[in-house]
Structure formats: C-alpha cells, structure tokens
T-cell receptor
Framework: AQTVTQSQPEMSVQEAETVTLSCTYDTSENNYYLFWYKQPPSRQMILVIRQEAYKQQNATENRFSVNFQKAAKSFSLKISDSQLGDTAMYFCAFLGGTGTASKLTFGTGTRLQVTL | EAQVTQNPRYLITVTGKKLTVTCSQNMNHEYMSWYRQDPGLGLRQIYYSMNVEVTDKGDVPEGYKVSRKEKRNFPLILESPSPNQTSLYFC???????????FGPGTRLLVL
C-alpha cells in the first residue's frame, strides 16, 4: 500500500518570503500522479498543482512550483512571494493504481501560517 | 459552473438516527468518492464508485453505505450513526479514476 508522509505539521513564513513544504511517498509503481491540495479556513479542498510521474519537468503554477525527485520519492512544494491568502493546510496526495485499484492517498497535512 | 455540491453543509444528530449526506456533480464524471477528514489523519477514503451501479469499499467503510443510481449523484448513508463518525466529510469526483479529483465544500457532522 502506498503511504504519503508530510513531516512538517506546522510551518510559518513571512509575507513575500519563500517557503518549501516537504512530502515523501512510498510506492513500487512507476506510473502515478502527485498532487498538492490547499485547504484554507473555509475547509474547501483546492487543487494547487499536479505532477505526472512520467514527466521529468517540474510542474509550476504561478507562484507555486514543485521539486519532484522520482528516485528519492520526494515531492516538495515551493511557494514564492508568500501572501496572507496562502495561509492554509496543505495536503500532499498520491494517485496510483489502474482501473478499480486507482486510489488517492493523502498525507496528514502541513499547516502553513503566513505572517506580516 | 462546474462543481461538486454537498448537502447539508453542517449537521448535528444523535446516535442511531439514520442520515444521508447528498453529493452531486455536474461535470459528467465517471468516478466519485467519499472521504472523511480527522485531525492528524488527513483524508481517508470511505467508498468510491467507478460508474453507475458500481461501488466499492475504501479504507474506512465500516458504518457507511453508498449508492450510485445516477451518474451525477453519490449519496453517503449512515444507517446508525455513532460518535466516532463525527468528522468532516468530502465528496469528490473525476472524469476517470486516474484523473484529478475535484472536491465538494465538505459536510461537518457531529454525532452526539
């Protein structure tokens, strides 16, 4: 079974600074997908970024980028120019398997606080 | 607007009183899933559905039922709720199992 580990329960960053959230996963599969979801105080789950394992290029979405290290099974999220609105819980998630075995597995989350 | 909706958003009930949380999506997605979120545990899958009339257990199915009679709807049923089912529940859908899942707004349930 796949596992996803987020080793930083809480982090803090000052506005306009850069912060990196770490995520590691364990799998024997070669083809899979990785995601970062953001959960603000509203509790809505919002997709931040998605990475396909077969792509070597790291995904980017505006101020959000990932460092995907397939061999190390690492998938960190970098937030540049942090804004107050980035304050949220961030979940790393792994999607593997095929057909009926496809499953989205979440880490336990990192709570990010952006301060003035 | 493409979205996943859940109702109710908040619910307080008592032990043993059957309840249903509805989930509906308007994106013609094949795949739908229910999760529960508990502090320190992240989101865990309860049940999922590959298509109409096709459902299967996730990691924590005990105490829950689901049905998928129509493509757009995937209700979660608690036949006899217990306090350990107090949680935040999310419905999600995707075009196919290997595609990005989009989440509903969540339902906060308190079982007394």
């Amino acid at each position: 079974a796949q596992t996803v580990t987020q080793s930083q329960p809480e982090m803090s960053v000052q506005e306009a600074e850069t912060v990196t959230l770490s995520c590691t996963y364990d799998t024997s599969e070669n083809n899979y997908y990785l995601f970062w979801y953001k959960q603000p105080p509203s509790r809505q789950m919002i997709l931040v970024i998605r990475q396909e394992a077969y792509k070597q290029q790291n995904a980017t979405e505006n101020r959000f980028s990932v460092n995907f290290q397939k061999a190390a099974k690492s998938f960190s999220l970098k937030i540049s120019d942090s804004q107050l609105g980035d304050t949220a819980m961030y979940f790393c998630a792994f999607l593997g398997g095929t057909g009926t075995a496809s499953k989205l597995t979440f880490g336990t989350g990192t709570r990010l606080q952006v301060t003035l | 607007e493409a979205q996943v909706t859940q109702n109710p958003r908040y619910l307080i009930t008592v032990t043993g009183k059957k309840l249903t949380v509805t989930c509906s999506q308007n994106m013609n997605h094949e795949y739908m899933s229910w999760y529960r979120q508990d502090p320190g545990l992240g989101l865990r899958q309860i049940y999922y559905s590959m298509n109409v009339e096709v459902t299967d257990k996730g990691d924590v199915p005990e105490g829950y039922k689901v049905s998928r009679k129509e493509k757009r709807n995937f209700p979660l049923i608690l036949e006899s709720p217990s306090p350990n089912q107090t949680s935040l529940y999310f419905c999600a859908s995707s075009l196919f199992p290997q595609e990005t899942q989009y989440f509903g707004p969540g339902t906060r349930l308190l079982v007394l």
